[in-house]
């Protein structure tokens, strides 16, 4: 899936998309913005980058609702197979 360069700003409470920025998420500090998209076992999953440290934190992967799929992660969709 391509991710357009246009962002969004997130509304909690609106489904996560390709575009979507500033994105908050319990637990983690600052914002976040989408930087790839993936259908996994039939789920929209999204690939977040912080807002605040780019790719120098770890990444984390969520579904369209916000909710963390996996966090602490370092080597984009590849670490769902793991």
């Given at each position: 899936m391509t991710i357009p360069k246009k962002?969004?700003?997130w509304i909690k409470?609106?489904?996560?998309?390709?575009n979507t920025d500033k994105i908050k998420i319990k637990?983690?500090?600052g914002t976040w913005y989408v930087i790839a998209a993936k259908k996994h076992k039939g789920q929209d999953l999204f690939l977040?980058?912080?807002e605040q440290h780019g790719?120098?934190?770890a990444?984390?992967?969520?579904?369209?609702?916000?909710?963390?799929?996996l966090d602490d992660v370092y080597n984009g969709f590849d670490e769902l197979d793991y």
């Open positions: 962002y969004i700003n409470g609106k489904p996560i998309t390709p637990g983690h500090y977040i980058e912080s790719d120098e934190a990444h984390l992967i969520i579904t369209k609702t916000g909710h963390i799929k």
